[in-house]
């Protein structure tokens, strides 16, 4: 199967900034698309950002301009960079990955445990 291994997580300051990866590993023939959910306490999960194969974004109206997503395919990771962090980013945050295995033709669909992220004011 496929494992996914987040870190990156922690409390800062707003204002402050961090990095968070995600590392796919297991029985992986290929992956699409890449993206990092969020979910504060109390709310649904949200889409933050994600990335495809061909490196195209897309993030939520909240993080634009502040947050920044990236992968390197040959490690099978994805980066999301948190700058200008704010209280209200404050949630967990988790990994998704599409993956297809060998000799199958299906896309699924892994995540991650999450990792916290807390923002002080």
């Known amino acids: 199967q496929v494992q996914l291994v987040e870190s990156g997580g922690g409390l800062v300051q707003a204002g402050g900034s961090l990095r968070l990866s995600c590392a796919a590993s297991?029985?992986?023939?290929?992956?699409?698309?890449m993206g990092w959910y969020r979910q504060a306490l109390g709310k649904k999960r949200e889409l933050v950002a994600r990335?495809?194969?061909?490196?195209?974004?897309n993030y939520a109206d909240s993080v634009k301009a502040r947050f920044t997503i990236s992968r390197d395919n040959a490690k099978n990771t994805v980066y999301l960079q948190m700058d200008s962090l704010k209280p209200e980013d404050t949630a967990i945050y988790y990994c998704?990955?599409?993956?297809?295995?060998?000799?199958?033709?299906?896309?699924?669909?892994?995540w991650g445990q999450g990792t916290q992220v807390t923002v002080s004011s």
């Open positions: 998704n990955v599409e993956a297809k295995l060998p000799h199958s033709v299906r896309l699924y669909n892994y």
């Open positions: 990335i495809t194969r061909g490196d195209s974004t």
């Open positions: 297991g029985n992986i023939f290929s992956i699409n698309d």
